[in-house]
Structure formats: structure tokens, C-alpha cells
């Protein structure tokens, strides 16, 4: 849980400036090797630091993983999407401990590491062999380095134009070299670092100030609080209340199953609703309310088989929650923000939920020592869950899945080193002027003579030719400008 908490910010923070696929290949690959670390332990602090660095590999997944789900599915399955993803969670609980029990009792628990890490390894390799996806609204990390060379490049152009001078050529070409090629100073150094950090917390200011994130992770945490007493609790409470010899089988069995149902069935049920944030909320407060109905009245049974029917129909609502509220997290920010969207879900949920409830369970019911009291006590912080979300139907929700992130390339659009142009002087075509004048047409289609002309650079920036020379070369009139970026398509603007 250390390194889960540690790292899902940390790997959310890297994508703005990483490939995020391949982050999870590093994740992936941290895992592997932690999970035959723990194969090897020889003592208790060795097993423990293998253990929570298991938890840094597997932070990649928690955050970087639904946002290209979110991505790949069809607008129409967003949530069913999701949900199958989250119903491997309870599925894999499953698998593992029937996994464990077998290779444990018969090869010891050392080659059960050892035989998990072997399964990861090909998962690992493919994030760094497979061709990586980017995800909508991050820059890819090679583009950001072209644009701040053309940037660069182009501003020297127009700076050794303006002067006069025809070194242009050679100043720029050493110039974008020096970018493309040469690693920054300032890229292992304190300045990056310091870049990195200013970074996180505006990010963490802004998804602080969306109000539908911050409903959503409360009611969240509320929810995750008696989900997680009852994973730890419930077998002790099961076998003190009713008896069960088996409890833990029972429990177990119960999560499982309702898990997988209930986290399939309420993607299916928001996908029909149709996938908006409003539906989500109103199906996360509807099955969080009923579903908690029911597991409270599950405790008042004296009746072992009546309790387990209805808890069993009560777990299956209150799991129905995971695909709609991993959907809200996502759509109510900005497509940039949704890695750290969900590292810092995670984070709130696990220290205000599951990891306090637990041992806060325990203090109750030493204090009270009656477990069905105990229980019915946990069960009514449901209730503040429902109605925390039944707040966000009536709050102003707005998708912003499709708002163009603020980091997000633009070639085609104008350099940002130049002013912004009025309405009336939009960027005209390839090779024409930007001035509000009258312009002469080709020579060709009207044979005009050429209007005088000071210089045009072409794409390769090489030192201006005379203007009937430069006619013939690109088939139309010179106009009266600064200069002509072919490169981009735009025309620079003077400086204010």
C-alpha cells in the first residue's frame, strides 16, 4: 500500500512529459522484479520493502491504464469498458487464492512468486516492443522537442532577417542541432525537478477546484471505508454472529461472485441510461442506498441463510458502482488531468477508506464487543456515501472528455512567440500574404510584372534570390513582407 500511494502520483505527474505507455512497461518491469525479490526474501524488512515496491509497479497500472481504456472504448461503451477491466479485480482475488493454495502447498510459497513474476515478464517487454498509444490530450515527447527547435529555429530566421544578415541559414541549422541532438543541462538537474513539482501542484490546484472530482472521492471514500472493514472484518463477524465454520470460504465466495456480477451490471446499466455524469450519479446513489439497505437488514436476520441472501443481493448492488464512478473521474476533467485524476482517487480512497476502517472497526468493537452491533454500525456509513452522490445529480456537470487539452500540439495553428491576429487578419493560405492590402495576383494568370520584393526566404532558409528568380521558383508574385516562413505554412508577423 506504501508504494501503491507513493507511486500513483508519481507516474500520473511523468506522463504529461513521458510516453505514458511505456511508463507502464517501467511499471510492469518494477513489478516483475519486486514479485522475484520477494521469492528471495530472507527475512521479514526484505519481503516487506519487495512488497511495497510490488506496490510502485503496480501505481503505472492504477493510474495510466483506464484513461486508454476510456480511449479505445466506443463512445456508447465507455462504462461496460471500464467495468470489465475493474471485474478482474475481484477476479484475480479469486484466481489468486486458489493459485496460491495450489503451487504454495505443493512447490513452496517461494515458486509462487517466482511463477507470477515468469507470467508478468512478456507484459513487461510488450510495453517497451509494442509501437505505444498516446493518450488524448498529452504531447508526445518527440513532437514537444520539434516545435521548441522550429520555434527556435524560426525565431532566429526572423531575427537575421530583420538585420540583414545572410548567416541565417547556418545559425539556425546549429541552433535546432544543439535542441535535437544535445540533452538539456537542466533535464537531471534541480531546474527540472523544481519544473516537475510546480507542475503537480498547479495540476493538483486545478483538479482540487472541480467540484463534481471532489463529490465524487468523498462519497468514494465512504463507500471504500465499509468495503474494506468487511474484507477484513467479515469473516470474524460472520463466524461470531452465525457460527460459520467456514466463513472465510463464505466471504470470500460472496465478494468474488457479486464482484464480477455487480461491477459488469452496473457498466451495462449506465451504458443503457446512456453514459453522462448525471446518470452516473444517480445510478451511484440509487444502488449505493439500496444495496446498503439490504446489507443492514442481511445483520438483523438471526437466520444464517437469510443473512446471506440478502447480503449476497446487497453486495451485488453496492459493486455496481465501480464502472460509474471510475466513468465520473475520468469525463469531469480535462483529458490531460485524468492520470492524475486517478492516482489521487486511489490515494483518498485507500488513507480515508479502507486503510483507517479497519483498525477503527476494531476500537468499536472492543469497545462495544458485540459483533452484529459492530457490523450494523459499519453498514449505515453506506448511507452518507448514497447521499453524497445523490448531491451531484443537481450539481453542474459538464463532460470534458473532448475539451482540447491546454498542452495539446497544434502545427497548423500560429506560433506562440507571435502576437494574436484580430479576426480580420486571418492566417491566409499556403504562400499567400497576411497584409489587409491589396495583393497582386501570380503573373501567370494576369501577366502583371512582379511587385518589388525585399527577400523571401525559402523552406531550407538559404540567402534570398532576386525576385524574378524567385518567381520562376515558386510560380507566383513576391509580395511586400518581412519574410515568408515556408516551413510552417504562416507568415511571421512584425513584433509589436
Known sequence: MVGLLIGSPIFASLAKSVNPFRLIGVGLSVWTISAVGCGFSFNFWSIAVCRMFVGVGEASFISLAAP???????????????????????????????????????????????????????FAILGFAMKPLQLKGMVPSGLTKVLAADTV????????????????????????????????????????????????????????????????????????FVIGAYSYWGPKAGYSIYHMTNADMIFGGITVVCGIVGTLAGGFALDLMTNSLSNAFKLLSLTTLIGGAFCFGAFLFKSMYGFLTLFAIGELLVFATQGPVNYVCLHCVKPSLRP???????????????????????????????????????????????????????????????????????????????????????QPSRGESKDTTPTSLPEEKIGETPLP????????????????????????????????????????????
Not at 525565431?155 to 542541432?177: C, I, M, N, P
Not at 534541480?190 to 495540476?203: E, G, L, T
Not at 495539446?408 to 491576429?421: L, M, T
Open 153 to 224: 529555429v524560426s525565431g532566429v530566421q526572423d531575427v537575421e532577417a530583420s538585420k540583414g544578415k545572410d548567416e541565417s541559414l547556418s545559425s539556425s541549422a546549429e541552433v535546432g542541432d544543439k535542441i535535437s541532438n544535445e540533452p538539456s543541462k537542466s533535464k537531471s538537474g534541480s531546474p527540472a525537478i523544481s519544473n516537475q513539482f510546480s507542475q503537480f501542484f498547479k495540476d493538483m490546484k486545478e483538479l482540487l477546484l472541480e467540484k463534481i472530482f471532489v463529490v465524487t472521492v468523498l462519497g468514494y471514500i465512504a463507500y471504500n
Open 68 to 122: 486508454f481504456i476510456d480511449d479505445s472504448a466506443p463512445a456508447d461503451q465507455k462504462t461496460v469498458w471500464l467495468a470489465i477491466f475493474y471485474m478482474f479485480i475481484p477476479a484475480g482475488y479469486a484466481i489468486g487464492y486458489v493459485y496460491g493454495g495450489l503451487v504454495g502447498n505443493h512447490f513452496g510459497w517461494r515458486c509462487a512468486f517466482w511463477v507470477e513474476a515468469a507470467l508478468m515478464f512478456p
Open 453 to 496: 520584393t525585399p527577400s523571401i526566404e525559402d523552406k531550407t532558409g538559404e540567402t534570398p534570390l532576386p525576385a524574378p528568380l524567385v518567381e520562376e521558383k515558386t510560380g507566383e508574385t513576391p509580395i511586400p513582407t518581412p519574410s515568408v516562413e515556408e516551413k510552417t505554412g504562416e507568415t511571421a508577423s512584425p513584433k509589436p
Open 340 to 426: 492524475l485524476s486517478m492516482a489521487m482517487s486511489t490515494v483518498a480512497i485507500h488513507i480515508f477508506g479502507d486503510v483507517p476502517s479497519s483498525p477503527l472497526v476494531g476500537v468499536v468493537q472492543d469497545r462495544i464487543n458485540n459483533w452484529r452491533t459492530t457490523s450494523l454500525i459499519l453498514t449505515t456509513i453506506f448511507f452518507p456515501a448514497a447521499a453524497i452522490w445523490f448531491i451531484g445529480i443537481f450539481m453542474h456537470s459538464v463532460d470534458r472528455y473532448n475539451e482540447d487539452s491546454e498542452s495539446q500540439p497544434q502545427p497548423q495553428s500560429q506560433s506562440q512567440s507571435q502576437p494574436p491576429q484580430p479576426q480580420s487578419q486571418l
